[in-house]
């Protein structure tokens, strides 16, 4: 795989960072990341961010990867060593594959840091929790300070137009939060699904954390600090070929890509676990209006508060006394429904967070329904065939 200088073209709104890329297994085609032309100061034009992107990838295929821009040491000696031996524990059909630079950047104190904090927002509990300690806490150190928002297209809303609609949306949606947070929402398009799509090993819930660090990376010219937040709690980081979302490997990625000469890059929020991280957020009254947990496209700006998500979020809020708090953002009449036949699934503890749910009910001396009792005999019975 051949990825050539990267260029950064700017028109009268965006400033785009572009890359050839030639492959044997994929179609020839450009890689790109557009901003608006306003943050054009925190784009980097180094190479970091195409080769953390497309690892994976050339890694599937088995494909070298020559780099003609300039890439950073760091990033460069991680990515040709450490970094994969870690991807192959998650996926040991991934290739170990060499890795050439024409341009090898070494540390050098007289590089400007930049100045920026950032992480991305997606409206969800875990960016909703890293605001409540990055932002909102008197307690955080001006150096760890959040000061810009990002919210990246790297695969999440699929493909295409349809998907870049969606984006769009997306970002639209939680443009009037950020406002009223009074942070900088840098909008990232890019097509690197592209490079991803065709393969199902490659889909997003396994490579979302290589995606978004390559988002990072891109801004590094500007960006001193960018926290990512985690979804899961420390016990559940692991390191071996039996887990099943890449977000539990992405302490020891972040770890390994964190570079010392231009960013650092963090995983925060893995010290709470969800139902915490569900009271914490339930303190920021801007939550109220604009929490977004849904895995649909919500209608009328609303979660569906019928997904499996929506109501893990609604039964902790209810179980917290904070539900009546969110009946802006989520249809309340719909949980009430769905309700009692959840709650089976929390009696039936079959998975981290209906456990948590199910301890956090007990502390509070919570009845079940009848129904609830019945239904986790369902859940349990179909639990068990299905692992046999």
């Known amino acids: 795989m051949k990825i050539s200088c990267p260029k950064l073209i700017v ?56 780099l003609e821009g300039k890439v950073s040491e760091n990033t460069y000696w991680n990515a040709s060593f450490k970094l994969q031996k870690l991807l ?54 001006k150096s760890s300070k959040i000061t810009m928002l990002t919210f990246n297209n790297v695969g999440s809303h699929w493909s295409g137009e349809e998907g870049y609609n969606l984006f769009l949306r997306r970002y639209n949606r939680l443009l009037s939060v950020t406002k009223k947070i009074g942070l900088p929402f840098v909008k990232i398009n890019s097509n ?8 199902s090993e490659l889909r997003f819930i396994k490579t979302f954390v290589m995606r978004n660090v390559s988002v990072a990376l891109l ?21 071996n070929s039996n887990i099943i979302h890449i977000s539990q490997l992405e ?23 969800r139902g915490e991280k569900i009271k914490i957020v339930s303190n920021i009254e801007n ?17 569906c508060s019928a997904c499996k998500k929506c109501l893990r979020t609604l039964t902790v809020l209810d179980l ?22 959840f709650l089976g699934k929390v009696l ?26 019945l239904y986790s005999v369902y859940y349990r019975l179909r639990y068990l065939i299905k692992g046999r």
């Open 11 to 66: 028109d009268d709104e965006l400033v785009r960072y572009e890359v050839d890329v030639t492959s044997e297994h994929l179609n020839a085609m450009k890689l790109f990341y557009e901003l608006d032309k306003e943050h054009m100061a925190i784009v980097s034009d180094y190479a970091d961010a195409a080769l953390i992107g497309l690892l994976m990838p050339a890694m599937h295929y088995g494909e070298d990867i020559y």
């Open 88 to 141: 192959q524990t998650f996926m040991p059909s991934l290739n170990q594959i060499n890795i050439y630079a024409k341009e090898i950047i070494a540390c050098d104190e007289s590089i400007k840091k930049g100045s920026e904090c950032a992480t991305g927002f997606s409206g969800g509990v875990d960016s909703f929790c890293t605001l409540a300690d990055y932002f909102y806490n008197p307690k955080c150190p």
């Open 192 to 199: 690197l699904d592209e490079f991803y799509k065709n393969e």
């Open 219 to 239: 801004l590094q010219k500007g960006v001193k600090k960018f926290l990512h937040s985690s979804s899961h709690f420390y016990e559940h980081l692991a390191v």
């Open 251 to 273: 302490s020891f990625i972040l770890q390994i890509l964190s570079s010392c000469d231009t960013i650092e890059i963090l995983n925060v929020g893995s010290e709470y676990k």
């Open 287 to 303: 939550s109220y209006k604009f929490l977004d947990v849904c895995t649909t496209d919500g209608v009328n700006q609303k979660n």
């Open 320 to 341: 917290l006394g904070k539900l009546k708090l969110y009946k802006e953002s989520f249809d309340l009449r719909v949980y009430q429904k769905h309700k009692s036949k």
């Open 348 to 373: 039936s503890k079959n998975d981290e967070f209906t456990q948590e749910i199910y301890e956090l009910a007990m502390k509070k001396k919570f009845t079940f329904p009848v129904a609830s009792y």
